[in-house]
T-cell receptor, first 110, second 115 residues
Framework: RKEVEQDPGPFNVPEGATVAFNCTYS??????FFWYRQDCRKEPKLLMS???SGNEDGRFTAQLNRASQYISLLIRDSKLSDSATYLC???????????FGTGTQLKVEL | DVKVTQSSRYLVKRTGEKVFLECVQD?????MFWYRQDPGLGLRLIYF???????EKGDIPEGYSVSREKKERFSLILESASTNQTSMYLC??????????????FGQGTRLTVV
């Protein structure tokens, strides 16, 4: 089983739609969780950290469920500019190893 | 602003050559990472380092070595380049466990082609 698993997509959604991505992780000792965004031919950039209580940043909401070992990302009112690959990232290995999921591709269409 | 700089954006090397990929960060981060990214496989960790002269194998270390002689610099070495090492290589740095912010910051990537 992979340490971090994501549905690769692609998710094709119309502009204005709400879309949700899930990610599961295998190591129950994982400590920190993040969502990154990667545009085509660019490096990944932090979208948001994921906290136990859940957190929101504008149209983006991240949730963590430690009991079921998954994290989620919800994007409301999708924009064309949200089209990208979204990477789930987990901090393990004593707190120093960052493991990435393979990413979920989102395409927002007119 | 955190800056992670990789020495080259594009490299073309011949099979059997020894290849050095350099990465420098300016945020005094303890942790540094080398990943490769291939279509359908995502980012796979090659090696990481949590301190000067310290290194740990990631998930795919075979055919690679690393060097961390100074805190700000982390080098990836392909001892004898092979065509299956053609890939995008990404360097990252982060603050250690217990820090307020532990997210990773990436360099712009090096697209290596081995012919």
């Amino acid at each position: 089983r992979k340490e971090v698993e994501q549905d690769p997509g692609p998710f094709n959604v119309p502009e204005g739609a709400t879309v949700a991505f899930n990610c599961t992780y295998s190591n129950s000792a994982s400590q920190s969780f993040f969502w990154y965004r990667q545009d085509c031919r660019k490096e990944p950039k932090l979208l948001m950290s994921v906290y136990s209580s859940g957190n929101e940043d504008g149209r983006f909401t991240a949730q963590l469920n430690r009991a079921s070992q998954y994290i989620s990302l919800l994007i409301r009112d999708s924009k064309l500019s949200d089209s990208a690959t979204y990477l789930c990232v987990v901090l393990t290995g004593g707190g120093n190893k960052l493991t990435f999921g393979t990413g979920t591709q989102l395409k927002v269409e007119l | 602003d955190v800056k992670v700089t990789q020495s080259s954006r594009y490299l073309v090397k011949r099979t059997g050559e020894k290849v050095f990929l350099e990465c420098v960060q300016d945020m005094d981060h303890e942790n540094m990472f080398w990943y490769r990214q291939d279509p359908g496989l995502g980012l796979r960790l090659i090696y990481f380092s949590y301190d000067v002269k310290m290194k740990e194998k990631g998930d795919i270390p075979e055919g690679y070595s690393v060097s961390r002689e100074k805190k700000e610099r982390f080098s990836l070495i392909l001892e004898s380049a092979s065509t299956n090492q053609t890939s995008m290589y990404l360097c990252a740095s982060s603050a250690p466990r217990g820090s307020k912010n532990t997210e990773a910051f990436f360099g712009q990537g090096t697209r290596l082609t081995v012919v």
